[in-house]
């Protein structure tokens, strides 16, 4: 690392991080900002150390501005402890840790939407769906569902099943939390109800209820934490909103899905056509980039 110049408070804080660092744990830091790097650990190894050394050192060594930097958390309170830490080993610094980027992806997935939503159609006030409105919702949508769509919930022709047997057990019903499921699993797939529908295979009955439940949304200019994602997903596949975006970490990598995969390559695209810059942390059981710990 070379003897640091003690007249620069910036050198001094990342030799004080750099030298706290096993050998390991320093090459996953000082890798090349540009590419992609997943570290790869099991509990109590540093991992979320080495993730926010690894920030803190495009920070100072790199100096690149905390806005061009994404960190996915699978919490909120890990997102709030990994900026604890920060403020902590960069308290001698200016640097404003304040437009960092990081969170949750469906938080940061909402943040961008409040800043674009418009640009894909997103009405200006809209709310996150509480999920006892949800339950109202659905359960409505059942009990005024038609004839036809409930004999077809129940019949061999359903593609789909998403009913369960009633608390006596005598008949098979019509279920809500089959149905929020199944909604859930399209919109990871970033399918709005009608293009749903104009799939040649799709459930009738799981059809009619996502276009329901999808219109009283709408109506009540609401989003669910799944359109998070969703709508997010097709903003950036449609705009080039984060033109700015230098890297993208992505904590407990081995918990991310389809969507949120997807997400983080297009938020690491920036300016570029490809993705570059991406650095995730699980656990051992994954290995997808080249160079890991």
């Not at 909120?76 to 403020?87: D, G, I, P, Q």
Request: aromatic content about 8%; some cysteine.
């Amino acid at each position: 690392m070379g003897v640091p110049d003690h007249s620069n408070p910036w050198d001094k804080t990342l030799h004080t991080i750099l030298s706290s660092l096993n050998e390991q744990q320093l090459l996953a830091t000082k890798f090349d900002p540009t590419q992609a790097l997943q570290v790869i650990a099991g509990p109590g190894t540093g991992k979320t150390k080495v993730l926010t050394s690894r920030v803190a050192h495009m920070l100072l060594k790199h100096q690149i501005s905390p806005s061009d930097i994404i960190v996915t958390t699978f919490t909120n309170k890990a997102a709030k402890e990994m900026v604890e830490r920060l403020n902590l080993i960069l308290k001698d610094t200016d640097i404003p840790l304040k437009n960092l980027l990081i969170g949750t992806f469906h938080g940061i997935c909402l943040r961008i939407l409040n800043k674009f939503g418009h640009k894909i159609g997103l009405t200006a006030g809209w709310r996150i769906v509480e999920e006892r409105e949800i339950d109202n919702i659905v359960n409505e949508i059942i009990k005024k569902v038609p004839d036809q769509i409930r004999d077809y919930a129940n019949s061999f022709k359903r593609t789909i099943n998403l009913c369960r047997p009633s608390r006596n057990g005598d008949v098979w019903e019509i279920n809500a939390k089959m149905i929020k499921k199944e909604i859930s699993k399209l919109k990871s797939n970033a399918l709005l109800p009608e293009e749903y529908e104009n799939e040649p295979v799709h459930d009738t009955a799981l059809a009619y209820f996502y276009h329901k439940y999808q219109e009283k949304l709408n109506e009540l200019n609401t989003l669910d934490f799944d359109d998070l994602l969703m709508y997010c997903f097709r903003l950036l596949t449609k705009e080039r909103c984060l033109p700015h975006i230098k890297h993208v970490f992505v904590d407990e990598f081995q918990d991310t899905n389809s969507i949120q995969m997807d997400l983080m390559f297009l938020m690491a695209k920036g300016n570029h056509h490809v993705s570059r810059g991406i650095t995730v942390v699980g656990d051992p059981d994954q290995s997808i980039y080249a160079v890991s710990y």
